[in-house]
């Protein structure tokens, strides 16, 4: 479909979710019409059209703004989610038999031709993202599907897989939807899963690499409300710590260096970002850390010479500051090296008057 045509559509599609969120919802209450409205619109609308795998190929930073970030053009997929959960908030009843059906139906075609049929389990993880509602959120009823068992029977198997490579767009989704319910998988769980998600960090596509980094990142931020013990109160605590990852953040650091030095990647903000927050966790130390201080010595330096991504540049500062602190503070012997590798870099800044770096320098 042409742009314009894909537009009328997305809009054609907001004008039935504001009925769906109105008074005059009962229009679609009966199962006739709900089956319609999900089977000729709100599934076609999720599977991936030839557009968007143009666009994850030829245009990955377009792809990530529109798929997660919610940009200013609507997708038809974001709008199909909406339609949906605008479906659900007067009949989740309703719309939960349907989509558990479909996305049943859909597994059970990728189960029969595995190669050619991936994006029926894309649309299926989709579907599930769509009306799956998270923690705290109002509204009770028949569950979409069984989480637990959605998660370890079509999720894991894909961070697990030894072709971890292929399906690119799968792949993506699936870490996506990690992304999404980070809060509810169990810690345990999580730091199990962690390895294979790590592998991501360096796959060939931009969108896999960037997801799996906002994942850890993302993860690295969960607090929990935690009871204080003999008071009325409580506080909020990180539920990652830096014993938790540790074991882990070597192989995270490299990867994430090794994906900082792909052609497209190089100033990628969402793998710096990733970088700045397990510094700012882990625990790092002897030669580990010299190395780590000059690879971003010789990123800054790199970018002085043209600084056009300000997000890339202001995680890139904070990742400088993450080592200096979490090593600074363990061991302050450390202080000279990093003023050694340091200066020569904000000298430049300050000599050649790199308007964009001076606040940081």
């Known amino acids: 479909a042409s742009p314009s045509r894909a537009q009328l559509a997305v809009t054609a599609i907001r004008f039935l979710t504001t009925v769906a969120e109105s008074v005059h919802h009962a229009l679609f209450g009966s199962p006739e019409a709900m089956k319609q409205i999900c089977d000729s619109v709100v599934v076609p609308n999720l599977r991936l059209r030839d557009e968007d795998e143009e666009l994850f190929e030829g245009n990955w930073v377009e792809?990530?703004?529109?798929?997660?970030?919610?940009?200013?053009?609507?997708?038809?997929?974001?709008?199909?989610?909406?339609?949906?959960?605008?479906?659900?908030?007067?009949?989740?009843?309703?719309?939960?038999a349907l989509v558990s059906a479909q996305v049943q139906q859909m597994l059970a075609a990728y189960a029969a031709d595995r190669a050619n049929n991936w994006k029926e389990k894309d649309a299926a993880i989709y579907l599930v993202i769509a009306v799956i509602q998270k923690p705290g959120a109002t509204g009770g009823g028949t569950p979409v599907v069984d989480m637990e068992s959605f998660f370890t029977s079509v999720i894991v198997p894909e961070l697990q897989a030894p072709d971890w490579q292929s399906e690119p767009m799968l792949k993506a989704t699936v870490l996506r939807f990690l992304k999404e319910f980070r809060d509810q998988i169990p810690k345990a769980t999580a730091l199990a899963l962690l390895p294979g998600v790590v592998r991501f960090l360096t796959h060939e596509s931009n969108v896999v690499h960037s997801y799996a980094a906002t994942f850890i990142e993302n993860l690295l931020m969960i607090k929990d409300v935690v009871p204080v013990p003999g008071l009325n109160t409580v506080t909020r605590s990180q539920r990652y710590v830096a014993a938790d990852i540790n074991p882990f953040?070597?192989?995270?650091?490299?990867?994430?260096?090794?994906?900082?030095?792909?052609?497209?990647?190089?100033?990628?903000?969402?793998?710096?970002?990733?970088?700045?927050?397990?510094?700012?966790?882990?625990?790092?130390?002897?030669?580990?850390?010299?190395?780590?201080t000059a690879r971003l010595v010789g990123i800054l330096m790199e970018v002085c010479n043209n600084p056009k991504n300000p997000d890339f540049n202001h995680y890139l500062f904070e990742a400088l500051s993450a080592v200096i602190g979490r090593t600074g503070e363990q061991d302050p012997t450390l202080l000279p090296a990093f003023e050694a590798s340091l200066f020569p870099v904000l000298q430049r800044i300050l000599v050649e008057d790199i308007a964009e770096f001076w606040p940081y320098a």
């Open 63 to 96: 792809y990530v703004r529109r798929d997660s970030e919610g940009s200013d053009a609507d997708t038809l997929r974001r709008a199909a989610c909406r339609l949906l959960r605008g479906l659900a908030a007067n009949y989740r009843d309703q719309v939960a």
């Open 249 to 292: 953040a070597p192989q995270i650091i490299q990867n994430l260096s090794t994906a900082l030095s792909l052609p497209d990647s190089q100033e990628n903000p969402y793998l710096m970002k990733c970088l700045m927050r397990v510094l700012g966790v882990a625990n790092i130390a002897g030669q580990f850390v010299h190395e780590i």
